[in-house]
């Protein structure tokens, strides 16, 4: 239930920076580049903040 969550917010925030760096702001990309970065971090060290918030808030350990 956790990686389903997990991929739905992911998959939005992705979706969401690309829409604001077309119609508000090109500096939107650094978002998209900041959760790749932090995709990219969590294979490595197995650690990712938005796993730890969402296993607090559906309780899961």
Do not use: D, H
């Not at 490595?44 to 918030?53: A, V």
Request: net charge positive; charged share 10%; hydrophobic share 55%.
């Amino acid at each position: 239930m956790l990686n389903k969550y997990f991929r739905i917010i992911v998959g939005t925030f992705v979706l969401l920076s690309v829409v604001l760096t077309v119609y508000v702001n090109p500096n939107w990309m650094w978002f998209t580049v900041f959760i790749g970065v932090n995709l990219i971090q969590s294979a490595f060290t197995k650690w990712c903040l938005l796993e730890t918030i969402l296993s607090k808030v559906f309780k899961i350990k």
